[in-house]
């Protein structure tokens, strides 16, 4: 306890016993974001718009998930490696809506076939749909080929406006959540 003093030892002692309380599973998460939050600040503090050439200003880089369109929440979609399109909200909600039983729920919104039809997609062999994993805290991927990409493959809206690629035959542990970008080859 005597290395604990002052204001900051007190913060962290502090921190420590109220981790010491959570259950292992709340424990493990505090310790991501904690860690999380440790690399934030050192990334933000490194790029603070600073270049090493004098009179240029470097702009921060924000991650797929994370960045918006002029009208709010935005897909990216590429084929081949090649940016054709991009589909915002008002474009999945303007395609037709299905409902399809996943999980014991029910999954509303556009086909992921519609919604690659809207942003210019030709024929495909494969899509890679890019979003959040299931508890959003990390990138999660679900490769997808041609002939699993049915009409029971759903990009459902939720509350805060963005979609959660679902369907009857995918495990929901798999489900990828505010997908950020659609990659077809």
Do not use: H
Request: aromatic residues 2%.
């Amino acid at each position: 306890m005597e290395r604990f003093r002052g204001k900051k030892g007190r913060c962290i002692l502090g921190t420590m016993l109220l981790l010491k309380r959570m259950n292992r599973r709340a424990l493990q998460t505090g310790a991501v974001l904690l860690s999380f939050l440790v690399v934030v600040t050192v990334v933000a503090g490194c790029t603070s718009g600073r270049s090493s050439e004098p009179g240029t200003k470097t702009e921060p880089t924000v991650p797929v998930a994370a960045q918006a369109t002029p009208g709010g929440y935005s897909i990216k979609v590429s084929q081949g490696g090649k940016a054709v399109g991009s589909l915002g909200l008002g474009d999945l909600q303007g395609l037709p809506q299905v409902s399809v039983q996943a999980d014991g729920k029910s999954q509303q919104g556009p086909t992921l076939l519609s919604a690659m039809k809207r942003a210019g997609v030709g024929e495909f062999q494969k899509v890679t749909v890019v979003g959040l994993g299931r508890e959003r805290v990390a990138e999660a991927q679900l490769v997808l080929t041609r002939v699993q990409v049915t009409d029971s493959v759903v990009l459902d809206i939720n509350k805060q406006g963005k979609a959660k690629l679902a369907g009857a035959e995918i495990p929901s542990e798999r489900w990828v959540i505010d997908v950020s970008e659609i990659r077809v080859e």
